[in-house]
């Protein structure tokens, strides 16, 4: 049969079969769909699960590099989620499954990571052991199926693998970094649990199940045989060393007339990098609507709701490190100048359900859209001359065209109109308190006015002698306008 094929020729030597692989290849044995669509759910699951492991996490983590990674690796795993799901549905008439638990001995393994007791040991079990556990299977996927038959997954496993392999890299990276500090008690427990992750695996007969199932479960739960208790309380690390600080009313001073353009682009980074409370406020809005209901599809969100979530969190950590670098480019310290506060994601979250949370979010996005909202801030940094300031803006609108998009997809579509949508908006803000004396009675800040120091870093570094009346700005949010004097807001 081979030395047949071996003599089919395409016409004038062209590439043959769409450039997807040989005669030979194709014309060779692969996997029927029922086999696909078994392991692909297995995959499907792995990944949502890695999806809501890095949400679940996110909000409680006090280290800001990871809460960024966390954000970015949420949204390519939602990515590669809906890719699967769809591939999935092209090959099975519903109901389709995909929310049913392939495996109890996976299930333990991912349980065993959701709950481990650290950063490094959460990591460690993502990176070092279900993202590669997803790699091989990718792999093995692609060596066992027909590359002509079912090209379509291939196509969804070439975009996947590489954006698999950065991850895996990152996670790497960041348990070097976490190890250094760790103990060699900490680093012994690591290994033996790493052990114990194989363990939850091999009795699954792997992730993909291409491996007899022992079934026989050998190791008992280090972290996970209790109820899982969610923590939505947010967490800073020590460059947030003032996190109640309102003392500086950022939005007063950007709408100012009478201040430079060159110095509100000081007080848009603070607002970019101010951003890290939008991800610790969307994880829990996803993960607190997925306990609830336990099922995403029946009474509770779509995928497609978490997927849009997921992209927005995104987007609001790549603002926050918009701002970061933005400061790191004009060589000014933000964690000594700037005083980022966690008051708007605590308050939300401690004080609201998840829906109302949303709606706020939207009620705020809304709200940028107007003229003194995002283009104002786009126009700022254009005539600042800071280049730089002006593209981050220019991309912060757009991705906030698109949050207004989502949040009309997600929470307008359940009222009557948008005016009732804002009203109640509004409302669930307006429910939020926030005690800015009794911060400062209770000792947790001084809300200091931080302002003129940074100005001052900034000046310096620019050469030029401080403006007095600039210097001089002392506008706190406890100072101001009726309508703005809330918690501030993140936009
Ligand atoms: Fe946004
Ligand atoms: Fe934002
Ligand atoms: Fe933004």
Known sequence: MSDVIGNYESLKGLPPLAGLTSFEDAAGPGMGVEACV????????SLHRSWSICLARLTSEPIYELKMGFSHHAHLTAEHVTLFRERVSEMRHPPLGLDKVPDVNLEAFFDEILMSDN???MIAGLYRGAFPAILESATCYLEDTNLLTDAPTVRILKIMIPELESMIDWGNAAISALEKEATDDERATLE?????LSAWLAAAGQLDGTDPASGEITTTPRFSGKDWEYDNIPQRDERFPDPYNMGVHAEEFLYD???????????????RIREIDVPEMMAPI??????????????????????DLTRQMWDEARHAMMGEVGFAKLGLDWPKLVMVNFTWSKGLNEQLTPTERHAVLWFIEQGLMNKTGKRFEWEVGKASGDAYSELIQDFDWADEVL??????DWYVKDFEN????????????DKVMTDWGQWRIDGLTEHRN???????????????????ETLAYDETYASTRADLNRISASG
């Open 38 to 45: 078994d392991r692909l759910k297995r995959i499907h699951y």
């Open 119 to 121: 950063a490094l040991q």
């Open 192 to 196: 033996s649990w790493m052990d114990e």
């Open 257 to 271: 007339e009478k201040f430079d353009e060159r110095d509100k682009v000081l007080m848009m980074f603070y607002k």
């Open 286 to 307: 996803m993960v607190e609507l997925m306990n609830a209901t336990g099922n995403e599809e029946k009474g509770g969100r779509p995928w497609a709701f978490y997927r």
């Open 403 to 408: 949050h207004a998009r989502i949040g009309r």
């Open 418 to 429: 948008v005016k009732e949508a804002a009203a109640y908006g509004s409302e669930c803000w």
């Open 450 to 468: 931080w302002w003129p120091d940074l100005y001052k870093a900034a000046c310096i570094m620019r050469g030029t002698e401080p403006d007095p």
